[in-house]
Structures are given as C-alpha cells and as structure tokens.
C-alpha cells in the first residue's frame, strides 16, 4: 500500500490557483457541511448548494475567522479556499485581504504558502538589477579613475 501524501502547490501552482479560484471556489459550507461551489448572488457569495450566505458570516468577525481558520487547516485546498472567499466577501481589497488572512493564519500557528518565495522571475529580476548597478557602477568608476581625459 502506498501512502498517498498531498504535495504542497509550488508557488507557480499556488498562483495558478489563485487565477483560477477569482472566478470558482469550493469550499466547505457551514450550513449543508458539503464541499459546495461558493456563487455570487447580488451583493454577497452564497454556497450553491444551501445558499448559505458568507457575506453575513464575514460580518461576525470572530465566527469568520474560526471559519476560514478551519478551512486553512484542511491543507492548500483548504487555504486557496480560505483565500479567495476572504478576498470576496471582506470587501478590504486584495492585498490588505491577504495581509488580514496571512496574520490570521500565522495566529493560529498555520503556514501558508508564500508566492514571492522562490520565484524564478523575481529571483532573475534581482539578479539583473544588481548586476545593472555593478556595471554603472563599475563604468562611473573608470571615466573618475581616468579622469575622462
Ligand atoms: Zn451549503
């Protein structure tokens, strides 16, 4: 028998994910406890199966975290979960969102994944840059050691 172990998503996967949960989201639902498609209806997101409305438990804040502190416990699914409903129904905005769900999770000793680490483009991007300014650098300091004449 073999022990099937979820991998944690890489951060490319992580933000894959994320493109793709703006649009459909599972998560588990408090009021029919399935794992249902998060829709949304008017003004706020409902679960598709019960139409359970989480724009009314994002309004009792201490009941929305354990929420979602729960859902970031059940692993990256959960979390990409936890995420983008937060993103959705806090109304705060993305980045304060994530900045609110990340102190959220660190509070409760949960680890997320974190996007900028590791990431080949950025990594590649610095690189560049500090080599940029070593050339600059480097060109400044002969045209002052010849003396530009
Ligand atoms: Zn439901």
Redesign the pocket.
């Known amino acids: 028998m073999v022990a099937e172990v979820a991998p944690l998503p890489s951060s490319l996967h992580f933000r894959y994910c994320m493109r793709m949960q703006q649009s459909s989201i599972y998560v588990r639902?408090?009021?029919?406890?399935?794992t249902?498609l998060v829709v949304h209806r008017g003004p706020t997101y409902v679960?598709?199966?019960?139409?359970?409305d989480y724009g009314a438990l994002a309004k009792d804040e201490p009941a929305f975290e354990r929420y979602l502190v729960e859902r970031m416990r059940e692993g990256p699914m959960g979390q990409l979960g936890a995420i983008a409903l937060h993103q959705w129904v806090s109304g705060m905005g993305a980045a304060a969102s994530v900045d609110a769900i990340r102190s959220m999770a660190a509070r409760n000793g949960i680890e997320l994944p974190d996007p900028a680490k590791g990431d080949p483009i950025l990594r590649g991007a610095l690189i560049f840059v500090v080599l940029l300014v070593v050339l600059i650098a480097g060109s400044i300091a002969y045209v002052v050691l010849t003396g530009g004449s």
Do not use: E, L, N, R
């Open positions: 639902c408090p009021g029919c406890s399935d249902t679960c598709a199966g019960c139409g359970f």
